[in-house]
């Protein structure tokens, strides 16, 4: 029952945010995004100030939209339709900074194209490498929350033995314990891994 409650909770999410006073709904909103929507940006190639003004236009953007935005898990993903307010705030800010002819031709358009891109659909290119970046980015906030509810030896243990790649021998010899103990730490970790992951989708209208 309890983790029922929190799939509810977390489902509220998007409505919550309907409410643009809902300061909570917002701030959460923030903490979970700001790092994909950063770290997308510069990949895109914005600077450090670019990507911090594509953010809060991101932010600004959605406070006018949400609103009326429908929220139907059963139609599609969130992730979609966030995307495409960042694409668009990403070009904003080239153009801002008159740098619109240089983005035009690393994607192989010209500059009449790039007044078009917004009305055009995604590219491919573009959408795989936004989801590939959302699915990085939900792992490392739910690792990120395991790390915070285990023992620091264990999570150790994991990290080591699952994200490094070292091997139980190694990790048993490092951290002095069974290689046993390693792989339970390891199963114990992926199984909460995917609790935490599958909260996260939830939330965030997968």
């Not at 264990?154 to 699952?162: D, G, H, V």
Request: glycine share 2%; proline share 2%.
């Amino acid at each position: 029952m309890q983790k029922t409650s929190h799939y509810v909770t977390h489902e509220s999410l998007l409505i919550r945010l309907q409410n643009t006073h809902d300061t909570k709904a917002w701030d959460q909103f923030y903490a979970t995004y700001r790092g994909l929507i950063l770290s997308h940006s510069l990949k895109k190639g914005c600077s450090q100030s670019m990507a911090q003004d594509v953010l809060q236009e991101t932010l600004i953007t959605l406070t006018r939209k949400i609103p009326s935005f429908q929220y139907d898990r059963m139609k599609g993903q969130f992730r979609h339709y966030l995307m495409t307010i960042v694409k668009s705030r990403i070009i904003d800010a080239f153009r801002k900074e008159k740098k619109h002819i240089q983005f035009a031709r690393r994607y192989n358009s010209d500059e009449e194209n790039m007044e078009l891109l917004e009305e055009q659909p995604l590219s491919t290119d573009w959408e795989q490498e936004w989801n590939r970046e959302w699915e990085q980015h939900l792992f490392k906030i739910a690792l990120d929350k395991i790390k915070n509810k285990i023992k620091p030896h264990i999570f150790k243990s994991f990290s080591l033995y699952a994200l490094e790649k070292k091997s139980a021998q190694d990790v048993s010899l490092i951290l002095n314990i069974p290689k046993d103990n390693i792989y339970e730490h390891r199963r114990r970790i992926i199984s909460m891994l995917k609790d935490e992951v599958s909260l996260l989708r939830s939330e965030l209208g997968e």
